[in-house]
C-alpha cells in the first residue's frame, strides 16, 4: 500500500488512507470545515493519484471506522459478496472506474460486481470520476424495486409528491396533492413530513393520505415522513401504511443520533412487511445527505462523501423502495453553492445506483445557500440524464413547512416531455383516465386544474 | 424658446392624451421609437407591486373546473397552487413573483442590520469572531466566539444584569429591522410590571444562536433573552426567534433553551410576542430553569 506520490516536484506524504480519501474529494464546505479537506489544488490531484493506485483489497482492509467500534461498518462488510470480492480485490480503484465505464461492461455486469464493493470503494471510486462520468456510469446502471408499483425501470422518471403544510392543515395538504396529480407528479410516493410529529396526528395523516388515494384510485404509495418508531406504533394501532420512513446516516454514532439502529430499521421492516398495506416486498423508504454525521459530530474525522456512501452501504441491508439524497438541504456549511451542490447531487445518485439502492433526489437549497431555482434546473436535467429513478416536487418548488426550495410539479413533466421519459406504466394509464396526459404522454388541455378532482 | 425636442415631447404628450379617442396611437407610439425618442414616450405611470399579491387570493387557471372549490383550497395553504402554465412550464407572473420572494429571502441572510437602526434602538453594537457573512454562514462555530477585547466590552458594557437582551442579526438581518421595534418595548414593559428592569442590551453581528451562552457566562444573568433572525423561507423573510434561558452555559444541551419562533406579522404578531417572552422570563427566575425542566418544575 503506498500512500506517497511525487507531483510537479512536490513529495506528498499521507498518514492514512482516510486522509487520502478526504484530501482526494472535490471541494466541499464541510470537509474544509471539519479540518480534512486538501489544503491546495494539487495536494487534491496528488491524492487522487494515491487513491487511484490503492487496491480495492487496502479498502477492505482499512474500514473509514473500525470494525470492532461501528454497527454500519459491521453491516457493510458482512453483507459483502465474498466470492465476487476475491475475484475483484487486486483491482486498483483506477481499474474500477475504467471497468465501470466500459463499453463491455454492462449495467448487470455493474450490478453483479457491487456485490463485492465495499461503501468506501463506492466512494473511492466516485473521487475519482468527473461529472460527466458519474452521469455515464450512473445511467447504465438500472435498480428497480416494488411496493405497490415498480420504479426504477429503464425509461421511466418518477416523482414524489410533497404536499407539506406549515401546520399540517389536512385540506390544505390534500388541495397541494391535488395540484401535483394535475401536473403527473406522484407516481413515487405521496410523501407528508409533519409539522407535529407526535402518535395521534401521524396516525391522522395516514389516514387522509389513504382516503386521498382510495378515492382517486391512485396506483401509488404513502408515506408520512415521521420518525420511524412513532410510524412503527402508529401502524400497530392501525395506520395504513405503505412504507416506513426514516432518516439514516454513515456512523452508528450519527445513527443513535437519529435515534436508530440497525436491530430498529430491520425490525420496522419486519412490521411493515407484517402489518402494512403495501404488496412489497420493497417497503422501506430512507433519506441521506452529506454532511449530517458531521453536524451530529459523528463524523470519526471521515469525510462527507464517503460517509454519504456508508449511508448507502447500511441502508441496502433492508431492500428499500425509495432512497434520496436531500442534497442541498444542509446548508452552505456543508455544500458551499450551486457548485458543491450539483457535484454533490450527482455523485450521490451515482453511489446510491452502484451500491445496489433505487436511488432518488430531492434537488434543493436553502435561502442562505449561493444557489438559485436555475441551479437546480440545471441539476435536476443532468440527473434526468443519468437515470435518477425519482425527485422530489412541491408545489411551484416552494415548500411553505421546510422553508427551502425542492423543484417544483412543472419541473417533472418539462424533463419527461424533454428526454421521453415517462411515469410509471399503471400510474401513466391512470393519469391517460384522468385526462392528465394525452398518448404522446403530454398535458391535455386541462391538466394543472387541480379542482378536475372536485366535480 | 421651444426647442425641438420639447416641442416634440409636447407633441407625444397629446397624442398619448388623445390615444383613448384616437384609433392608432399604438402605431404612432412605435413610430416614436423608431425616431430614437423612446425616453420621451416614457409613461408617468409606476407598475403595481407583484410582491403585494396576495397568493392565497390568486388564481391563474384560465378556466377552472370548480372554480369556487378552486379558491376554497387554495385559502387552506400558504402554497403556490393554481399557478397554471405555458406548455409545461410557469406562466411569466407566478415564475417573476417566485424570483421577487427568493430575492427578499437572500437579501434578508446577506444584508447588516444599519448601524443607524443599532443606535435608535439603544443596542451596544458588539460582533463575533467571523470576519464577513462569508465566513458567518460556513462557519456555525465562530458565530458563537467573541474575541478577548470584545469580551471585555460586553463585561463592562452590561455589568451584572438579572436580565439580559441580546440581539443577534441571525440568517436574517430583515426579520430584526421589521419586528425589533415592537417585540422590545414590549419585552421591557412586560418585565417592568413584575419589577425588573432590563437595560443595556446588546446588539450581535454575525450571531448564532450560541453566543447567548458566551454571554450568559460573561455577565452572570439569571436570564439570556436573543432575539435572533430566522432562515428565510419564501413565504416570508422576517421571522424572528426568541431564545431564552436560565442560566446559560457554553456546550451545554440545547434542550435548556425555551424557543418562541415564527414571530413576524403574519405569525405571532412582534407585541404579543414580547408580552409572551416576559411572562416567561420571570417564569424561568422564579423556577429557576428553562427549556424542557421548565416543564417539569
Redesign the interface.
Known sequence: MILSTVLFGRTYQFKSINEVMAKANEEKSGDVMAGIAAESAEERVAAKVVLANLTLEDLRNNPAIPYEQDEVTRIIQDSLNEKIYDSIKRWTVQELREKILDYNTTGNDVRRISRGLTSEMVAAVTKLMSNLDLITAGNKINVTAHCNTTIGLEGTLSARLQPNHPSDNEDGIVASILEGLAYGSGDAVIGLNPVDDTLESVKRMFHRLEEVKNKYAIPTQNSVLAHVTTQMQAIREGAPADLIFQSIAGSEKGNTAFGISGELIGEARELALREGTAAGPNVMYFETGQGAELSSNAHHGVDQLTLEARCYGFGKTYEPFLVNTVVGFIGPEYLYDSKQVIRAGLEDHFMGKLSGLPMGVDVCYTNHMKADQDDMEILSTLLAQAGVNFLITAPHGDDVMLNYQSLGYHEIQTLRELLQLKPIKEFEEWLRKMDVIDLSGRLTKQAGDASLFLV | MVTNTELKTLIEKIVLEMAGESKAPEEKASKSEHAGSTNQAVSEEVLPDISEILIKKELL?P?????E??LD??D??????????S????MTS?ALR??A??AA??D??FSYVSEDFVKDNNLFPVATVCQDKDEY?????LGRQFSDEVKEKIKAHCGSPKVQIVVGDG?SSASIEANLENTLPAIKQGLKLHGIDATNDLFIKHCRVPAMDVIGELTGADVVCLLVGE?????T?ESMSAYIAYKPTVDMPEARRTVISNIHEGGTPPVEAGAHIAELIKKMIDKKASGLDLNKV
Do not use: I
Not at chain 2, 378556466?63 to 372554480?67: G, K, L, M, R, T
Open positions: 387557471v378556466d377552472p373546473a370548480d372554480e372549490g378552486y383550497m387554495k387552506k395553504t400558504p402554497a403556490r397552487l393554481g399557478v397554471w402554465r406548455g409545461a412550464r410557469y407566478s417566485f424570483k420572494d427568493h429571502a437572500q434578508a441572510v454562514v460556513t462557519r456555525p462555530d440568517l432562515r428565510p423561507g419564501l413565504v423573510a
